[in-house]
């Protein structure tokens, strides 16, 4: 591939390195260690970003606490703090050219999907400024007797733990409710993809967040990210990634007994029955597991389409799956872009060999023509994948995708069931009541009816079995950042049986 080189689609205003920000002040490790980030269009370093280790993360955690101790942020009034989240979605809004064409740079992602996640970031702020706005309690009356009512505050410190996918947008998921409410924060952003979270602090200030309340320390996971949740002054962990990194979490925050969110990994099922509109499920089908390059949380990657649209379904769709664009993320024609690091490269493609020994190869297997270096994958598609199979089970994460035939729907719940993961799953039916059915019992956080993944913000976010813990989303992101203390007040006689009462 002669036409591009490091430099190609290299954003402007790019920082010279990626520090740390801590109490309003960009900064180095204390230990002055850092790490080289990767372009993953060439795999080649093109910038340094700081590498934090427990020193680091306890000066962020001491800044934080004292802003949330000391600081006017969580006392502010809701509307105060809602002006300050309204100034931070205007501020990303105005820079979304700049934002996508880092997280692009950064990540792989194809520049117009980065597009996309610059706007959901704003979005974001606007949404939780609303809701604090808007915000009630419970109070309640025993007539004669008690008014009780409900004191929501902030709990203190939050730790955001994210991943490398869609950084900016999923960082925003947790920075916007967690500052909402009240908390101050530290963010440990994906060590593949730092770039986009250093643009949070500029924001921040522009938009008047007092100091020490956003913090944000660089590193890998098993040093910075395990300070963190280790830190005693941290009270609330809010996690987005890998199933099985949420497991140590849940282990290493248990003897501090943490608030936990955990939003976990997912192998959904995109079900087609025979009475879909099988043209708008195939470009659903298609668009649900290559776009962001596959790196979706709630890809559907696993296809089943009952057994008499089967061999049709499966022409048209690995006809289509060939024409998907593969090309450098900051081309606006590219569908599919690099996949974010070679790491990442190396477990998809292990995962196409396994494939092959699996299923049939309808579609892609393989780097695509034109493209020797760098992280690109051609979107891949088995057929007649059996349940049993690793890519039937395991999450891989790209742009490969397994198409499973059944008869019917008892066989298709089955199948739909038969992972350790319930993060979504897609029904494409024109049935009311099968639709209404199935979704009841498919075991999955999220459905989608006739639909891509298209989330309205109120509603709530989050996995079931090895998908998460918890739910975010609306006033479950309020309720999840804030203490709900119950206030009693008496209007009556005292309750109030004498105990060693004089003779
Ligand atoms: P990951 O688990 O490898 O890393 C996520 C974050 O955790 C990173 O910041 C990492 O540095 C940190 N980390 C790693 N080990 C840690 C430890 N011991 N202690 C503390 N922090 C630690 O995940 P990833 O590869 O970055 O992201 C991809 C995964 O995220 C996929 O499984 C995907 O499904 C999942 N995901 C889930 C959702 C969701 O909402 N359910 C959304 C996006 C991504």
Not at 27 to 34: L, N, P
Not at 394 to 401: L, W
Not at 438 to 462: I, K
Not at 497 to 502: E, L, M, R
Request: proline share 6%; charged share 20%.
């Amino acid at each position: 591939m002669s036409d591009y080189t490091n430099e190609t689609g290299k954003p402007a205003g790019l920082p010279e390195k990626i520090q740390h920000y801590i109490n309003g002040t960009f900064v180095d490790s204390i230990d002055g260690d850092t790490f080289e980030v990767l372009n993953p269009v060439t795999n080649q370093p093109y910038i340094t970003a700081a590498s934090g280790k427990k020193e680091d993360i306890e000066a962020a955690v001491a800044a934080a606490t004292d802003a949330f101790k000391n600081g006017p942020w969580p006392g502010m009034l809701p509307r105060e703090r809602a002006r300050v989240l309204t100034k931070i979605a205007d501020i990303v809004e105005s820079r979304e050219q700049q934002l996508a064409e880092m997280e692009s740079y950064d990540s792989g992602l194809p520049i117009t999907q980065a597009k996309g996640q610059a706007r959901r970031a704003a979005e974001n702020f606007r949404f939780f400024a609303d809701l604090i706005v808007a915000q009630s309690d419970d109070t309640f009356k025993v007539p004669g007797r008690q008014v009780n009512y409900v004191n929501r505050k902030p709990i203190g410190v939050a730790g955001l733990i994210t991943p490398w996918n869609t950084p900016f947008m999923l960082e925003s998921w947790k920075l916007a409710p967690a500052l909402a409410t009240g908390n101050t924060v530290v963010l440990k952003p994906a060590e593949f993809t730092p770039l986009s979270a250093s643009l949070w602090a500029g924001i921040f200030e522009e938009a008047g967040l007092p100091a020490g309340v956003f913090n944000l320390v660089n590193g890998f996971g098993e040093t910075a990210g395990d300070a963190l949740v280790k830190h005693p002054d941290v009270p609330l962990i809010s996690f987005t990634g890998e199933s099985k990194t949420g497991q140590i979490i849940f282990a290493n925050s248990a003897p501090f007994l943490k608030g936990l969110s955990m939003e976990l990994g997912g192998k959904s099922p995109a079900v087609v029955f025979e009475d879909a509109d099988l043209e708008t499920a195939i470009n659903a089908t298609i668009f649900g597991v290559f776009s962001l390059n596959g790196e979706r949380c709630t890809a559907g990657s696993r296809i089943l389409v009952q057994r008499s649209i089967y061999d049709e379904f499966v022409e048209r769709y690995a006809a289509q799956a060939k024409r998907v664009k593969v090309g450098l993320p900051s081309d606006p024609a590219t569908e599919v872009g690099a996949l974010v690091h070679p790491e990442h490269f190396e477990k998809v493609m292990s995962y196409v060999e396994i494939g092959k020994t699996e299923g049939r190869l309808v579609a892609g297997g393989g780097r695509p023509e034109g493209f020797e270096e760098g992280n690109f994958v051609q979107p891949t598609v088995f057929a007649d994948v059996a349940p049993d199979a690793r890519i039937f089970q395991e999450e891989i994460f790209g742009p490969v995708v397994a198409i499973t035939p059944f008869d019917t729907d008892e066989e298709a719940l089955e199948l739909a069931n038969n992972t350790k993961y319930g993060l979504a799953a897609y029904l494409w039916t024109s049935n009311l009541q099968r639709a209404h059915n199935f979704s009841h019992a498919v075991e999955a956080g999220m459905v989608w009816l006739n639909s891509n993944n298209v989330r309205d913000l109120r509603t709530p976010f989050g996995g079931v079995k090895a998908s998460g813990l918890g739910h975010e989303g609306g006033y479950r992101s309020i309720d999840f950042y804030t203490d709900q203390q119950a206030v009693h007040i008496n209007l009556g006689e005292v309750h109030n049986p004498v105990f060693g009462k004089a003779d």
